[in-house]
């Protein structure tokens, strides 16, 4: 069975950072790609960050030089450094995997993905 377990949610005050992990089982790691999105109360899931199998980056445009995406294929795990932290970067966030070479921006090309885990910032 595949598995993606997220960690390192919390609640921290605006301008604070926080980084996010994604611990993947069950799965060809480096064969995936891998992403993060995030689904604030009310709204609907957004994309946030991608990683390519060789380690490229992809972002939205609304974390761009403020977030970080980086995996680890050894650990099997993907990471999301996030810094100066607002309000609106509230919400649940999702690690997920896609298979194949799709648009990474797009939640319908993810086949995996994690629980979620909940990242709060406020004053």
């Known amino acids: 069975q595949v598995l993606l377990v997220e960690s390192g949610g919390g609640l921290v005050q605006p301008g604070a950072s926080l980084r996010l992990s994604c611990k993947a089982s069950?799965?060809?790691?480096?064969?995936?790609?891998m992403g993060w999105f995030r689904q604030a109360p009310g709204k609907e899931r957004e994309f946030v960050a991608a990683v390519r199998r060789d380690g490229s980056p992809f972002y939205a445009d609304s974390v761009r030089g403020l977030f970080t995406i980086s995996r680890d294929n050894t650990k099997e795990t993907v990471y999301l450094q996030m810094n100066s932290l607002k309000p609106g970067d509230t919400g649940v966030y999702y690690c997920?995997?896609?298979?194949?070479?799709?648009?990474?921006?797009?939640?319908?090309?993810?086949?995996?993905w994690g629980q979620g885990t909940q990242v709060t910032v406020s004053s």
């Open positions: 069950g799965l060809p790691f480096s064969a995936y790609r």
């Open positions: 997920a995997a896609a298979p194949g070479p799709l648009e990474l921006g797009r939640e319908s090309s993810y086949t995996y």
